[in-house]
């Protein structure tokens, strides 16, 4: 078997060394009636051909993305990445090292991870940020766990505009503790009032930005508020190339701002492994779950870094620690940096301002869909669209990916039970969509609504 | 010896690299796009454009050079032997790389029609289907992101079902000592108060002591077997129906299944949960700290509690279950989307390779490597139980007393000799605890150059060099940090004009 080293002498070797008759003798340990004598009824070991030619086939049951114009977002988002970053990833260094208990020979990624924090910092406007959490939603959950230790206060409000795997995530999180969390409705338009809900028994509200409608807002009234009433403001981010082209939610008064990093040198994967961004104020860090990577020197006092302030942690705090988290997303964290590496300042911002030109190209094309209307008055690359009373978006959805067409996302597979929600259709438009893509979209969409 | 410093403060392949923020050149750019055109303020809800703020323009040839010298100074399974107790460094195949970048896998969105990812569900589904044969369990929540949130899934899933039955009162879970931080920190996250049992001499749980422990409001047990000192519990069964017989649940810590996999199916002890971390057991690879993926299989009396979502086969083939399904009652959603898929592929790569026999053959592998280590090393280091062991073994610092040499020093040297030191100071019930899993990955040649390597470094610790052992490492891109300074003194990230 090509992943195993061992020769049937080297074994009989080695088993004469350790003085054991055989490899079972091993295993003496084990009650007698759970010992399973031979492999288990299932198939065999295969070779490379074998194995490949199964996924490939799997594979091929799929309409994968490229093969289709293709306007799906909802959180996660199809950006070009470039094919350095790829082959860099693949570094065995990186890609099979651990965690980097060991920072002598663990400079590698320490270092990626010092520079990963200062670019999540830099693009949420924020002091600090951490490793790395394990998705967007997971972050947001974290967030609110840590707002409620910040003001010891355990009132949650989840706005609508929040990404409902958030919300749910979020809600399950705090399911048994103390915490509470009060969801407000879906808010496709924009329009809920979360000023005159924070009060003094708040510790945070969780707004998205742009929402998971598509709507972007200025949040400096609300922070005002937030911290008039001594709350956190926290603000989720889940397509963080809109950085690029919006004041950051930092300037705008956040007190911790969560992204899911997966649009930035990921892929989308089917939604796994995503990538938790965790960004605070400095007076926070000490409350914050997850790893740090952090600047020292060496004894011959050169720079170089280690993994700090670890007293947060569980491996050192067990039951006290500000979280459970251990293995997080590193190899993500590279891939994202990468990314933002190659696109510098002035790549970063072009292509955020790319796709929001894609997204108001989209607008203007569907505008000659009767009966369809934009529903948010702003957004980033994502807007939701009503198609008419009488239509289902899932219809629509389903009937254009006969015509191998991605039409975006219909509200109702979130919101089942919302019956004004039926018609609601989210897209989103990005750098990898062509005119071409925009115009069959359009046209089928003429011939179905 | 003699050293010389060059130049540049480059020695050969090692070069000295900046932080990208001292790199970039305003004016370069790594990625060609179109030009935007004007933007469109209307459509901006009244937030400001954003002003330049800092971020370093590279070129692609700087940022590959970047990345290229900053592996350089990594160790991985690549580069050599990584004998990390509890992590299980085995080889990452690179085929499961390859399919893993299949655009019909890769290129796919989570909120596609599901008729045209049938093949995605089909890896999930697959994959499910052989952790649930491996364990004896009949179900598994495939969406938990690593080791640690699957844990903190099983006890939701735990509770849940208390509260079900009108026992939500339960909220004590006893824990051995030796477990992973882990393990106290999710039973917090579920409001649950944590309860330490002790170990009997032979480095295994206290029956008496843990039966003496029971009581009606104790939820569980949460117990990792193979335990943390590398000893399978060989009163499990007996253990299983204490806590059963109290109205609890075993949770089993899943990190340690390399030992057993195709060996002994889990349910056959009495578990009602237990995680898989996919990262250890089935080679996908870490990645520096992530992703990983850890699915937990559930018994009969767990299984409704699972949370969502999850696949089921359906008239029109596979479907996606996201929300309230007839029967079910999930506990909630653990994280966004359907799980790390990307990870399960490769992992299902890995198990199709194996097979059952290749599987069974790698555990049994992975246990002769680990008893081959502690029977070269008992006479010169200090195995702290005694064998056979599982697939990691155990010594703690005795071998070192009045040497002058901590299990510290003895890890830095062994960095020195080119090896990636071994689990240090934990287990915590053992003192300096070295703790070494091999493998399967490791062949005997690896093995007895390590051998040589530490006994030497036994035999030098013992003869007085302490000095030597204080200073390593040497030859490392960086000798030893100062950690102090980084925890007194933070500084997580780079700021313009602060820096040496």
Redesign the interface.
């Known amino acids: 078997m090509r992943y195993l080293p061992l020769t049937d002498s080297d074994r009989r070797a080695m088993l004469a060394d350790i003085g054991a008759k055989d490899v079972d003798a091993l295993f003496k340990d084990v009650p007698a009636a759970a010992r399973l004598t031979e492999a288990l009824p299932l198939p065999r070991h295969q070779g490379e051909l074998e194995v490949e030619r199964a996924f490939t086939r799997m594979a091929g049951k799929n309409l994968s993305a490229g093969c289709a114009p293709f306007f799906i977002g909802a959180g996660v988002y199809r950006h070009h990445i470039p094919a350095a970053l790829d082959q860099l990833l693949m570094r065995g260094e990186f890609l099979t090292a651990y965690t980097p208990y060991q920072p002598e020979v663990s400079q590698g990624t320490l270092q990626v991870l010092f520079e990963f924090q200062t670019q999540v910092a830099m693009i949420t406007g924020m002091d600090v940020a951490n490793a790395s959490m394990y998705d967007g939603a997971t972050a947001c959950a974290e967030a609110a766990v840590m707002a409620c230790r910040v003001t010891k206060r355990n009132k949650v409000l989840l706005s609508g505009s929040l990404h409902p795997h958030y919300a749910e995530t979020t809600e399950t999180s705090l399911r048994y503790t103390e915490m509470e969390a009060e969801l407000l409705p879906p808010d496709p338009l924009g329009f809920e009032d979360l000023l005159g809900r924070v009060d003094s028994q708040t510790a945070c509200v969780i707004v998205q930005n742009p929402g998971f409608f598509g709507g972007v807002r200025d949040l400096r009234s609300l922070a005002a508020i937030c911290h008039e009433a001594g709350a956190l403001l926290v603000v989720l981010v889940a397509e963080p190339t809109s950085l690029g082209l919006f004041e950051s939610p930092g300037a705008m008064g956040a007190d911790i701002v969560v992204c899911e990093g997966q649009s930035l040198g990921m892929g989308m994967n089917f939604g796994g492994p995503g990538l938790g961004l965790f960004a605070t104020r400095d007076k926070f860090v000490r409350q914050m779950p997850g790893r740090l990577a952090g600047q020292t020197v060496d004894v011959d006092g050169k720079r170089g870094w280690v993994l700090t302030l670890s007293t947060r942690e569980q491996h050192i705090r067990r039951e006290k620690a500000t979280s459970n988290i251990c293995t997080n997303s590193g190899l993500c964290a590279l891939a994202f940096s990468i990314h933002l590496t190659l696109l510098g300042g002035t790549g970063f911002a072009k292509l955020a301002e790319l796709n929001h030109a894609k997204a108001v190209q989209l607008e203007q094309k569907l505008s000659k869909v009767k009966g369809l209307r934009v529903l948010p008055q702003s957004y980033y690359n994502e807007f939701a669209v009503h198609l008419g009373d009488e239509v289902k978006a899932a219809e629509v959805v389903d009937a254009l990916a006969d015509k191998g067409i991605l039409a975006g996302v219909a509200a109702s597979r979130f919101y089942p039970t919302w019956p004004e929600l039926a018609p609601v259709l989210i897209l989103a438009a990005t750098e990898t969509n062509t005119e071409d893509d925009m115009d069959r979209l359009v046209a089928a969409l003429k011939e179905v609504v | 010896m003699s050293e010389t410093n060059s130049i540049s403060g480059n020695k050969g392949l090692q070069i000295e690299?900046k932080?990208?923020?001292e790199l970039?050149n305003?004016g370069?750019?790594?990625?060609d796009?179109?030009e935007?055109?004007p933007?469109?303020l209307d459509?901006?809800?009244?937030?400001?454009?954003?002003e330049?703020?800092?971020?370093?323009?590279?070129s692609?040839p700087q940022?590959?050079r970047?990345?290229?010298r900053?592996?350089?100074?990594?160790?991985?399974?690549?580069?050599g032997f990584?004998p990390?107790g509890s992590?299980t460094?085995?080889?990452?195949?690179r085929?499961s790389?390859?399919?893993?970048?299949?655009?019909?896998?890769?290129?796919?969105?989570?909120?596609?029609?599901q008729?045209?990812?049938?093949?995605?569900l089909?890896?999930i589904d697959?994959l499910a289907h052989?952790l649930k044969?491996?364990t004896g369990m009949p179900a598994v929540a495939m969406s938990p992101?690593?080791?640690?949130?699957g844990?903190?899934c099983g006890l939701?899933a735990i509770?849940s079902a208390h509260e079900d039955k009108g026992e939500g009162h339960r909220r004590r879970v006893l824990v051995p000592e030796s477990a992973?931080?882990?393990n106290?920190?999710?039973?917090?996250?579920?409001?649950y108060?944590?309860d330490p049992i002790p170990a009997k001499d032979n480095g295994r749980v206290d029956l008496d002591a843990l039966k003496a422990k029971l009581g009606p409001d104790v939820a569980c047990l949460m117990l990792t077997n193979p335990n943390t000192c590398g000893?399978?519990e060989?009163e499990?069964?007996e253990i299983a129906k204490a806590i059963h017989g109290a109205g609890a649940y075993f949770y089993c810590d899943g990190a340690n299944f390399n030992a057993?996999v195709?060996?002994?199916?889990v349910a056959?002890?009495g578990i009602d949960c237990m995680h898989i971390?996919l990262?250890k057991t089935f080679?996908t690879?870490?990645?520096?700290?992530?992703?990983?993926?850890g699915p937990t299989v559930l018994s009969d009396a767990l299984a409704d509690y699972a949370?969502v979502p999850y696949v089921v086969h359906g008239k029109n083939g596979l479907e996606l279950v996201?929300?309230p399904r007839e029967g079910a009652k999930p506990?909630?959603?653990?994280?966004?989307?359907?799980?790390?898929?990307?990870?399960f592929?490769r992992a299902l790569?890995y198990i199709?390779?194996?097979?059952?026999?290749?599987?069974?053959?790698?555990s049994?592998?992975a246990?002769?490597?680990a008893?081959?280590l502690q029977?070269?090393l008992s006479d010169v280091l200090s195995a702290s139980f005694e064998?056979?062991c599982?697939h990691e073994a155990l010594f703690d610092d005795r071998f070192l007393k009045d040497s002058g040499v901590t299990t510290l020093d003895f890890?830095?040297a062994l960095?020195d000799e080119g090896y990636?030191?071994m689990t240090m100071y934990?287990p915590l019930v053992v003192h300096g605890a070295l703790l070494m899993e091999p493998t399967?990955?490791?062949?005997?040649d690896?093995l007895d150059q390590f051998i040589a390597v530490v006994r030497g470094l036994a035999a030098k610790a013992k003869a007085g060099a302490a000095e030597e052992f204080k200073?390593a490492?040497r030859n490392?891109?960086?000798?030893?940090?100062?950690?102090t300074?980084?925890?007194r003194t933070?500084?997580?990230?780079?700021k313009a004009g602060s820096n040496?």
């Open positions: 690299e932080l990208i923020f970039g305003p370069c750019i790594g990625v796009l179109p935007p055109g933007v469109d459509r901006m809800g009244g937030v400001r454009k954003r330049p703020f800092g971020l370093p323009d590279l692609e940022v590959v970047h990345y290229t900053l592996s350089q100074k990594n160790y991985g399974i690549d580069t990584y990390l992590c460094m085995k080889h990452n195949p085929l790389e390859k399919v893993a970048r299949l655009p019909g896998l890769a290129d796919l969105h989570p909120f596609q029609p008729k045209t990812v049938q093949g995605a089909e890896v697959g052989w044969e491996l992101a690593a080791g640690a949130h844990e903190w939701m509770r992973h931080g882990t106290p920190a999710s039973a917090a996250m579920c409001g108060t944590v000893l399978f060989s499990i069964i057993i195709g060996r002994v199916k056959d002890l971390n990262h080679s690879p870490h990645g520096g700290g992530g992703p990983g993926a949370p996201e929300g506990f909630g959603r653990v994280k966004g989307y359907h799980g790390q898929f990307g990870v592929v790569a199709l390779s194996m097979g059952s026999d290749g599987l069974r053959q790698a049994s592998d246990v002769l490597n008893n081959y029977a070269r064998g056979p599982m890890a830095k960095i990636h030191p934990f399967e990955t490791e062949s005997k690896t200073s490492p490392t891109p960086r000798r030893r940090l100062d950690e300074l980084a925890a933070p500084v997580l990230r780079w040496q």
